[in-house]
Nanobody
Framework: VQLQASGGGLVQAGGSLRLSCAVS????????MAWFRQVPGKEREFVAA????????KYAVSVKGRFTMSRSGDKNTVYLQMNSLKPEDTAVYYC????????????????????WGQGTQVTVSS
């Protein structure tokens, strides 16, 4: 199983980016997914989670109303649309998959997830 994250980059404050995460090698089961982020010296932080069908989402308070997580029609790619970006959004963003549940039981808990992408850097300049 591989999770391939992409879409990071450098953007000015107030700008937008769209991250993608493609899952390959998984042919069975329904699974929930999430985005986390991490800055050096700090713990990995929950950003957003989505159910298999896409009907259930959850967001960190810090990004609610600015970020939107969605899922492709075949369910194997998730997106994170990030608008009104702030310098404090600067981090490495990781996608994660919970292959045991259609929606993570504890979405904010990083130990809930079985597989992780390699991370994509998002830098927001002031």
């Amino acid at each position: 199983v591989q999770l391939q994250a992409s879409g990071g980059g450098l953007v000015q404050a107030g700008g937008s980016l769209r991250l993608s995460c493609a899952v390959s090698g998984r042919t069975v089961s329904y699974y929930g997914m999430a985005w986390f982020r991490q800055v050096p010296g700090k713990e990995r932080e929950f950003v957003a989670a989505i159910s298999w069908g896409g009907g259930t989402t959850k967001y960190a308070v810090s990004v609610k109303g600015r970020f939107t997580m969605s899922r492709s029609g075949d369910k194997n790619t998730v997106y994170l649309q990030m608008n009104s970006l702030k310098p404090e959004d600067t981090a490495v963003y990781y996608c994660a998959a919970d292959f045991d549940h259609v929606y993570p039981i504890r979405p904010l808990d990083s130990s809930e997830y079985d597989y992780w992408g390699q991370g994509t850097q998002v830098t927001v300049s002031s």
